[in-house]
Structures are given as C-alpha cells and as structure tokens.
C-alpha cells in the first residue's frame, strides 16, 4: 500500500521512501521489457506482431502484460484501426516520448559501454565464438 495525501500540493514525490507510489514506478518502468518496448516505439508505431519480432526473447505474453501497463501508465497508446481481422498499433503518448528521450539515452550508453562493463565481470556468463 502506497500512500499520499489527498491534498496534491502536500505531496512529495520520493523514490527513496517505500511507502511513496514513485518507487513502485522506478521498479516498473525500469524493467527490462518496459525499457525496451519504449526504445523501440520510439521508431514508429509497430504491430503486436512486429514488437515479437523485434524484441528477441520475449514471449507473446510477456509483450500483451508490458503494453498493457505501460498503456495504464499512459506512456503507450493502443490504436484500434477497426478492422476485420484485428489491427492494433501501438505509439508512444507525448509522456511516453519525454520518457523515451532518456531510455534511449540509457540503452546507447549500455550499448557503448558493453565491453567496459562485462571485463573481468564473472556474474556474466559469456561465450565467445572464435572464428567470426
């Protein structure tokens, strides 16, 4: 249980206090399902199926719970085009792009930062191929 005054102007967002709903929404958006679907919409709207495809590992249901909470934190919006048989898409909402700026950031210095990192890191196990 999370809690706030009823009074908006009272409260003190604060990732630091358990009690505070911001930490409970640090813990989600930083997941890595969540980083990545937004990193990738940050390129277009895609379909379900195009996200599957993208996003290597992760399952059809994995993907349906990640856009539906990122759709009731109102980062994601799903598009009905109506049609027969079903089209959805999905696009980031002006909030979801503020947010996408700084995932994006992240995922680039990961990216850049990737060997640095896993040196002598014996938490990671790592295969390396020879001849490629």
């Given at each position: 249980m999370y809690l706030l005054p009823s009074d908006r102007s009272k409260a003190t967002p604060n990732v630091f206090d358990s009690k505070?709903?911001?930490?409970?929404?640090?813990?989600?958006?930083?997941?890595k399902w969540n980083l990545l679907i937004v990193d990738a919409l940050s390129e277009r709207r895609w379909r379900n199926g195009e996200l599957l495809r993208k996003i290597d590992g992760i399952s059809q249901k994995m993907l349906t719970q990640t856009l539906r909470g990122l759709e009731e934190a109102n980062l994601v919006k799903r598009i009905d085009m109506r049609t027969i048989p079903p089209h959805v898409e999905y696009e980031l909402t002006?909030?979801?792009?503020?947010?996408?700026?700084?995932?994006?950031?992240?995922?680039?210095?990961?990216?850049?930062?990737?060997?640095n990192l896993i040196e002598n890191n014996d938490s990671i196990d790592i295969k390396y191929l020879t001849g490629d």
């Open positions: 505070c709903p911001a930490r409970y929404l640090l813990g989600m958006l930083t997941g002006s909030m979801g792009k503020e947010l996408r700026e700084k995932i994006c950031s992240f995922d680039r210095w990961v990216e850049q930062n990737m060997f």
